[in-house]
Structures are given as structure tokens and as C-alpha cells.
T-cell receptor, first 111, second 115 residues
Framework: DAKTTQPPSMDCAEGRAANLPCNHS???????VYWYRQIHSQGPQYIIH???NNETNEMASLIITEDRKSSTLILPHATLRDTAVYYC????????????FGAGTILRVKS | DAGVTQSPTHLIKTRGQHVTLRCSPI?????VSWYQQVLGQGPQFIFQ???????GRGNFPDRFSARQFPNYSSELNVNALLLGDSALYLC??????????????FGPGTRLTVT
């Protein structure tokens, strides 16, 4: 499993964009980048995933560098409810549904 | 629609005892995965089941076992409990084994405390 590196914590002002970085320098060509988040006392929640193109959905945008060695999750207008632990995961088809979680980034959104 | 449900919500056991945790996936989902989350760490993969067959196993001792029933619900069993088994046990369901284009939906978890 490819390893990911994330900062342990970040702060963001409410209403501002939250940019969460992830390093995955050993990612393989067939591995996707996934982002999940876990709000306190709840199960993880899927946010977004991508292979090499930038992706956007109703929750967030995912920017993957051209060499695919790093990515950034963007929450365009962070709210207090976005305070959570954010996990960046790389995943290949042959892993099935197995997700390998690291320690993640604790994002604190402050008013 | 009901999400992934897990029971019980909380459980307290003594060292050496056995525990059974239960998970009901989202209707129509055929794959269930189990994860252990120790306080302060990310979830760790334990098992994946699809169509009642084990499709993956994480680095956990044989004290951990699981099974999936014809209705796709699942049980996680842990024998000879140790203090280190205290954790949040998460169940996740998805449409299929290779659910690459689909999300995994996690339940709220079962908080197990071993004393």
C-alpha cells in the first residue's frame, strides 16, 4: 500500500477555503487518491476521489499534481461543521474495498 | 433509507471474554468490511466479506473472526479479549467487492471497552 503523509493539524477561519495537503510520492500508476473525513464520534465519510485529473463534487475539490506525488483537498467555504479528521488514502483496484488509513489531519474551523 | 447499522453501541467486557459485534449493511449492498479504530489513530482494516466469502484480511490475530450471512449482515467475533482490543469497531458496506466507483458507507461503530 502506498504511504501518505499529511500534516497533523490545521486551522481555518469559517467561510474561508480550507486547503488540506497530502503527499503520496510512492503512488503507483493504478492507484487512486481518496479522501474521507471523520467527524467526532462518527464513522468515516467519503468525500471525493481521483486518479490524475482534478475532481469536484458538491462537497469539495481535489487537485492532483501532474506527477501525482501530491494532492490537495479544497473545502471552498469551510463551516464549523467541517471540523473533523481528514484522511488521504491511496487505493488500487486489487485492494478491493480495503482502505488503509493513516493518522489524518485534524482540521479545526474557527469562527 | 437506513444507513449502516451496528449493534450494540457500547459494550464493556472483561479480559478473556468473548464478544460478538453485529452489522447490517445498507439495503442492496453485498460487501461488508470491518475496521478497528484505537483512540487517536486511524481505522485499521480487519476483514472484508463479499457474498458471504472472505475477500481480505488485515494483520490481526486469529482471535478475530467474522462471517457474513445470506442477508448480507455480518458478525465480528473476538475471542480471549485483551485490554488492547478496546477500540471503536467500524463496519462499512458497499455495493460490491470491487466497488471502485462506489463509496463505502461506514456505520457509527461499536465502542468496546475491555477491563
Amino acid at each position: 500500500d502506498a504511504k501518505t503523509t499529511q500534516p497533523p493539524s490545521m486551522d481555518c477561519a469559517e467561510g474561508r477555503a480550507a486547503n488540506l495537503p497530502c503527499n503520496h510520492s510512492t503512488i503507483s500508476g493504478n492507484e487512486y487518491v481518496y479522501w474521507y473525513r471523520q467527524i467526532h464520534s462518527q464513522g468515516p465519510q467519503y468525500i471525493i476521489h481521483g486518479l490524475k485529473n482534478n475532481e469536484t463534487n458538491e462537497m469539495a475539490s481535489l487537485i492532483i499534481t501532474e506527477d501525482r506525488k501530491s494532492s490537495t483537498l479544497i473545502l471552498p467555504h469551510a463551516t464549523l461543521r467541517d471540523t473533523a479528521v481528514y484522511y488521504c488514502i491511496v487505493r488500487a483496484f486489487e485492494y478491493g474495498n480495503k482502505l488503509v488509513f493513516g493518522a489524518g489531519t485534524i482540521l479545526r474551523v474557527k469562527s | 433509507d437506513a444507513g449502516v447499522t451496528q449493534s450494540p453501541t457500547h459494550l464493556i467486557k472483561t479480559r478473556g471474554q468473548h464478544v460478538t459485534l453485529r452489522c447490517s449493511p445498507i439495503s442492496g449492498h453485498k460487501s461488508v468490511s470491518w475496521y478497528q479504530q484505537v483512540l487517536g489513530q486511524g481505522p485499521q482494516f480487519i476483514f472484508q466479506y463479499y457474498e458471504k466469502e472472505e475477500r481480505g484480511r488485515g494483520n490481526f490475530p486469529d482471535r478475530f473472526s467474522a462471517r457474513q450471512f445470506p442477508n448480507y449482515s455480518s458478525e465480528l467475533n473476538v475471542n480471549a479479549l485483551l485490554l488492547g482490543d478496546s477500540a471503536l469497531y467500524l463496519c462499512a458496506s458497499s455495493l460490491g467487492w470491487d466497488s471502485f466507483s462506489y463509496e463505502q458507507y461506514f456505520g457509527p461503530g461499536t465502542r468496546l471497552t475491555v477491563t
